[in-house]
């Protein structure tokens, strides 16, 4: 295999005799995802920036610093309840900066649109993007567009790339056990949002995309307590996902339990139904934050007293149990481990 | 029309009564594609920053000022003479940061990947970006991988979005009658190079893309020159895109010799066979620069002192005998209008 890489012509389209393909699987989040940007990408780009890993990267010029991200959005359909693929796009954006403390400042917007979509439905999503924009404060200043020909693209694909200004510096603050894990709402509303109307179920109920920009709850609460340890949000791959990669090859493990985990009842009967776990689903405007023990209570509370976190709840904690590894203390007092997500329960889900 | 916008309703795909639809032109960077931008994304998402619409945004964070530019890549096929797709990703966006005068420091790399595209072709894509990163002092530092399923994306697109530290305001010079335009060297390569690709021309020719990071060569112009008055990569829609692009709603117009273009023979011989006019081609290595009357001659010889600059040509000048206009001065002395790009000619071409 390395020997086709050794000297390949970048001009060249080289030949796969192995059949090494990219799987759907690729793309979900889990397991194959980080070994596909381990092994392939990060492995080759490696420098000190990237190799953080973290939501955004966290760069510096001429003396400030600045984070950076980007993110595609390839959702279907692209009109969903809760919003459509531009809101996602601009508040994924913005989530990813502000977990890394940095203010969101300006974003990009690059348009990939299949050959016959409807004018009328880009201006619908043009507009949803600039009213999300001014909701979180931040400028749209730079774009590209792209048309492909018909069966080339589904429909439309967003990329939006974005600056923050690094305020708080959250990636130097260490996890120590003890610490406690807070999310800010209900698991797992995106993805079953998306996947009822995907497939036309006839579910009858209000299930929505939590879709939201977070920084404003997210600086309410670093303002008061800029000793957060950890933040991310919580989308591909779901709470499982995050979990796995806080604790990897940590000293420290992670135990949450059940019953305080948020999920609506509608929302657990739509899983039970189709057998997803509500822990691996997807969702848009959910941040896992970790807090000192004894700041915790107050951060729920300011959590709690914000619009985008009246569900929030700490979920468990920070141990040495079974270092590298979540676990899941079961409502019925059982304990099973919390693995990555490895086959996609669901697909283009952002 | 805009009753169906007042009020529209982000979560719900509006219907489309008028058939208003997206077309391949709206992406050759010719006339439908600024109308759209003008009439549907600047005049929605309108700020001081995007209003300049310039080939990066200038944008400040912390009293430090910054370039910021985004492209997604399509191109088919994406491997070539002279490059492969991941080559264009790099080099496009660390032009687009050049030519604003500012220095390519980051680089993002956003994949949609469609399911069975082999990880072979990957990994030589991502080596290529890698190289070319290096050679144009750029680093990657943040990215990511979307998987869509197969029939819904063409293989692989790429989306690079990228900061630069402004070093040399070229925005705040003001072009004036009398400037001289110069390119870097032949026009039309990479299209050409493309099309032989894609449609299996058996032209028996050295035709390769042109794709070329310029960052070496345009700060080795502005090093000694700062008061360059103008700079624009020439790619989409080619020299004729760009030259109305300079003179659209200004005083000023532009005249261009027809027998001073640089065009490669072959180049010429395929155009003619075809019916295509290089002046519309795209190429992804060629700068055009606007330079004052008196420093245009060294501005020349620098140029042509650089690698990316052997073919280097002073083609023109700006005058005052058709403001807003740009033409052309015929090989037999007559005078043609140069017009902006309508029907395509060839899509997909980067």
């Known amino acids: 295999m390395d020997e086709q890489h050794v000297g390949a012509d970048p001009c060249v389209r080289p030949t796969n005799n192995e059949q090494r ?37 966290i760069v510096e010029v001429n003396g400030v610093k600045l984070a950076f991200t980007t993110d595609s959005y390839v959702i279907k359909p692209h009109f969903f309840p809760g919003g459509n693929i531009g809101k996602l796009a601009v508040c994924g954006t913005v989530n990813d900066l502000s977990v890394m403390g940095a203010v969101p400042k300006y974003i990009s917007c690059a348009l990939i649109i299949e ?18 924009a001014d909701r979180a404060g931040v400028k749209i200043v730079t774009g590209d567009t792209k048309v492909v020909d018909k069966g080339s693209a589904d429909k439309i694909f967003i990329n939006t790339s974005g ?4 305020k708080y510096n959250i990636i130097e603050n260490k996890i120590s056990v003890g610490d406690k894990i807070i999310v800010n709402g209900t698991l ?12 036309n ?3 009858k109920s209000e299930i ?6 977070l920084n404003s709850l997210i600086f309410s609460v670093l303002e008061k307590y800029p000793n957060i340890k950890f933040m991310r949000d919580i989308t591909r791959g779901g709470l499982a996902t995050v979990l796995n990669e806080v604790c990897a090859n940590e000293e420290f493990g992670i135990e949450v339990y059940e019953n305080k985990i948020p999920v609506r009842e509608d929302v657990k009967a739509v899983c039970e139904l189709l057998g997803f776990d509500p822990i691996y689903i997807a969702n848009e ?13 107050n951060v729920l509370k300011i959590m709690r007293g914000h619009k985008d976190g009246v569900n929030a709840q700490i979920i468990g904690e920070i141990n040495t149990t079974h270092s590298g590894k979540a676990y899941m203390k079961t409502s019925i007092g059982g304990r099973r481990i919390i693995d990555m997500l490895v086959s996609d329960q669901l697909p283009r889900i952002c």
Chains 1, 2 share one sequence.
């Open 188 to 199: 797992g509303d995106h993805g079953i949002a998306i996947f009822s109307a995907r497939e």
């Open 201 to 203: 179920l006839n579910i």
């Open 115 to 132: 050959e016959g979509f409807s004018i009328t439905e880009l201006d619908v999503i043009i507009k949803t993007m600039k009213e999300e």
């Open 208 to 213: 929505k995309s939590d879709s939201a920009s």
């Open 285 to 297: 405007g959910k941040v896992l934050m970790i807090a000192p023990a004894d700041t915790a209570d």
């Open 163 to 166: 600056i923050g200004e690094v």
């Open 21 to 57: 393909i990219i799987t759907l699987a690729h793309g979900n989040g889990g397991k194959l995802t980080q070994r596909l940007i381990k092994e392939h990408f990060a492995s080759q780009f490696a420098n000190e920036y990237l190799n953080k890993m973290t939501d955004s990267a």
